[in-house]
């Protein structure tokens, strides 16, 4: 285990027992409802749903599709926010 990856571990693992973990992904998700990117995310997997048919796609496939608009729809005054908790 590379030097990093030990030192994201224990930042996870010290925010999860602080009980901060949780906190900060809740913090996080309710900005991203707040800007709208859950209502533009939703509707973008009903547009990939009825494009491809709701029999020829799998959960595997939607996720595939989805991330990486849901990955560019995230606004820019939130992505400070996202990338900083993504270490944990």
Do not use: Y
């Not at 285990?1 to 309710?30: F, P, T, W, Y």
């Not at 990939?48 to 560019?72: F, M, Q, S, Y």
Request: charged residues 35%; negative net charge; hydrophobic residues 35%.
């Amino acid at each position: 285990m590379s030097r990093d990856s030990q030192m994201r571990a224990a930042i996870n693992q010290k925010l999860i027992e602080m009980g901060e973990r949780d906190r900060l992904k809740e913090l996080l998700r309710a900005k991203l409802v707040e800007c709208g990117w859950k209502d533009q995310l939703k509707a973008h997997c009903k547009d990939v749903i009825r494009e491809k048919g709701l029999e020829h796609i799998t959960v595997e496939d939607l996720v595939a599709e989805i991330t990486p608009k849901g990955r560019a729809l995230v606004p820019e005054c939130e992505e400070g926010t996202i990338t900083e908790n993504q270490l944990f």
